[in-house]
Structure formats: C-alpha cells, structure tokens
C-alpha cells in the first residue's frame, strides 16, 4: 500500500518561500511509470495543479506558476519537496501531494493535505 504524507510549516509570510515535503512509502519514487506531483485547493476553488517531477526525475509545472516554482526530490528519503517563491495571500490552499500512474492516465494515491496559509 502506498501512502504520501505532506509536511512543512503552515503559515508562511508575504513575499517569503513555501516549501513543503511529501514523504512517501509503499513504493520508490524513482519508478519509472509515475510521476509525483502537487496540487492545491485554494478556499472556495477547485484544485488546481502546480507540477509534478517523474519517476527519472524530469519536472514539469504548470504555465501559471512555473516562473516560481521547484520540485526536487531526495531519493534516499523517498520524498519530493515543493518550493514556491514570492508567495501571496493568493497562495494560500491546501497542499496536496499525489502519485500520477502514467498506464492509467489518472491519479491513485493522495496525501491527506496541509493547510498553508500566507499572511504577515
């Protein structure tokens, strides 16, 4: 059984760097058919996605947040670590890190979330 937990610290200042880590256990993160990947909620909007790294390592983000984001991993702790720079009160959500499985086009593994929030 795989499982991911989220952790980091959950209030962030305006203009600082979030960054928050997604141990994982059940499985290597460096298997080549998923991809780890973080999305988020903000209150009162849908999920939204921020990127992903690939089992080889390869990352992608998404267009809106590429400009201030970095997912790296650290493959002796099994775990994947979002940073996103410049922060905003915009960016506060909860945090989310899932496993994609590229055979099945779709997500099967959730970490429970984290609540972040960007204030002074």
């Known amino acids: 059984q795989v499982q991911l937990q989220e952790s980091g610290p959950g209030l962030v200042k305006p203009s600082q760097t979030l960054s928050l880590s997604c141990t994982v256990s059940?499985?290597?993160?460096?298997?080549?058919?998923?991809?780890w990947s973080w999305n988020r909620q903000p209150p009162g909007k849908g999920l939204e996605w921020i990127g992903y790294?690939?089992?080889?390592?390869?990352?992608f983000y998404s267009p809106s947040l590429r400009s201030r984001t970095s997912i790296s991993r650290d493959t002796s702790k099994n775990q994947f670590t979002l940073q996103l720079r410049s922060v905003t009160p915009e960016d506060t959500a909860v945090y989310y890190c899932?496993?994609?499985?590229?055979?099945?086009?779709?997500?099967?593994?959730w970490g429970q979330g984290t609540q972040v929030t960007v204030s002074s």
């Open positions: 059940g499985g290597p993160i460096t298997a080549n058919a998923y991809y």
């Open positions: 899932a496993r994609y499985y590229s055979d099945w086009l779709a997500y099967d593994y």
């Open positions: 790294i690939g089992g080889r390592g390869s990352t």
